[in-house]
């Protein structure tokens, strides 16, 4: 029988507070390098369909043999369909085509958005976590936020960002609300 000897292993002193900021540092970076590689792999998933002339004429062709299917089979009672069926066909293949590719990259683009939000969420939890104390985290959801206003410009939240925007700003105005910005995540640190 092999017998195993009892280890104790010492406990590691606590690391002073140098090694716990670099510890989140490198915490922060790996995790928002693969929130950001998430979200690339979502636009990937868009762009892919989106630029596509395979999903498109795939569209349109499935779409064209249904048109023409229900053409011919209706065509027996109205014989103008029936006359028509490839003019009726051809059109109906292009604009259903049409359709029915703007419905999957309206899901795709659905998609991209919902991973979005997801990381922006999963991020600032993660600078709740660590107490507001690194700005990484800050800096990434103001860049997912930005990326999610350029895909959906019409949102409520697009909107009121556009008008707040520091770049159309005056120096005056870009102070204030630095100091306002400033000021409401001083006072959400203080809560906690």
Known sequence: MWAQQLTFKK?????????EEAQ???????????????????TEQYNAVADSNYWSYGYMGGSMMATMALCLSVGSRLPLLQR???????????????????????YNMKHV??????????????DEQYGLKIPDYAREVETLQRRKFELMPHLPEAVEARKND?????LDDKVNALVEAYESR???MSKK
């Open 11 to 19: 406990l590691a002193a606590k690391e002073g507070p140098v090694e």
């Open 24 to 42: 989140a540092l490198a915490t922060a970076n790996v995790f928002i390098e693969n929130n950001r590689l998430r979200v690339l792999k979502a």
């Open 84 to 106: 028509y069926a490839s003019w009726i066909s051809l059109a109906g293949g292009y604009f259903g085509g049409k359709v029915a590719l703007g419905v999957h990259n309206g």
């Open 113 to 126: 958005v919902k991973t979005i939000d997801e990381a922006i969420a999963e991020t600032r939890k993660m």
């Open 166 to 170: 520091f770049s159309s700003m005056s």
């Open 186 to 188: 001083r006072q959400r």
